[in-house]
């Protein structure tokens, strides 16, 4: 018959409990984060949908990700880009039915985020392309 | 005590008898009793502190493990009632900023940035505040209108979506247009979220969001008058015969 070492079994189980507590511990805190499912945003995730050409989930993308307070200059331009698709919409919408006063309005957002988009000024004529509007001679 | 050789007097303390000069054999008996007692002594206080000794260890040991234990329970059930404990420190993190947040919220729904008030309503979580409550209508269905021009996108460019059919893409903008309807209705239970402010700009938005639908949609505007109390499945025949798909 094994002789059990009293001691060395209350030492063996704090252990396995310390490591339990711990493993208890990181789920306890993986939860907690796991709750919030709101992505920061990130230009990569911009630049995919760019190099693919889907434009139009870009103003969806941007409007599910949390505000950046600091953007750097690739996000900057890549919401830019989000901005312009989302601004041209609207000024075609306006355009067709007859609201001269809002396509205006759109018309001056648009040049303000063709400013903006700084090297991904290639995306201004697949958008007006994509979206059937002729703004350059407008724009200029 | 007398000595036993001579039979004279003796004190315990005396070795030797002063009178014959024998050993005092008493006295040498009583330091080997005080000897003995004294090294009993010793030992059983060894013994007590020995097992004092181990019995509070194992005292504190046992304590160890049953605190490692309720600490590992506390935070199962932590990780278990995870939602409810982010819930309230959702609630008491936009309690702290809630002035910040109105004014934002009420800044774009004044300027009828629809699209930015449900974005900053739902990224800051701030439907977990019952104190911004009254702008969860507006938000909600800013949000509906939000997915609306996403999927119409899609649908209208559906040869580089491959992976979502346009019968999937106009049954969701479908089911998107009704819960917009839906919550368009006043609802007296929740009087404060159909203020006065607040109706005028869902009305700006329920007119933005038909002008949108008839543009891109090319929905005629007397079916999108009939959009409201239609099921989701009279909405999508209405959409699919209006952008040129289902059947001819």
Known sequence: MVKINGDKLINTTIVVLCVFMLLCGIRFINNIKDSSFYYSQDADHYLWYISEGNYSELPYRMYQSKYNDNPSEDLRECIAVAKYYLNTSYYKMYEEVGNSAKAEEYLARMDENRRDIGDLSFTIAEINEELGVDVVNLLD | MKCIYCGSNLNI????????????VHAQQHRKDMEHYRNDYYRTKRVVFE???????MIAKLSV???????????????????????????????????????KL????????????????????????????EYRAISYMSSDYLHIYDYTFRLLNHEKYTYTSPEELTEDISYYIESFYNRL????????QYSKIHMAAMEDLRMELETFIHVYLKAPKEDIETFKGLSPGKIQLIVERSVGYGED
Not at chain 2, 13 to 24: L, R
Not at chain 2, 68 to 75: C, G, M
Not at chain 2, 76 to 86: E, R
Not at chain 2, 113 to 131: I, K
């Open chain 2, 185 to 192: 209705e006043y609802n007296e239970y929740m009087p404060e």
């Open chain 2, 65 to 103: 493990i049953a605190g490692l234990v309720l600490v590992s329970l506390l935070l199962l059930i932590g990780a278990a009632n995870s939602y409810k404990i982010t819930d309230w420190i959702r609630r008491f993190e936009i309690k702290m900023d809630l002035d910040t947040h109105v004014r």
């Open chain 2, 13 to 24: 303390d005396d070795k030797f008898c002063s009178f014959c000069g024998k050993e005092n």
């Open chain 2, 51 to 57: 097992k004092s000794g181990r019995t509070v260890s």
């Open chain 2, 106 to 133: 009420d800044r774009l729904e004044a300027d009828r940035d629809f699209f930015g008030l449900t974005s900053y309503y739902e990224t800051n979580e701030l439907y977990y505040s019952q104190d911004l409550r």
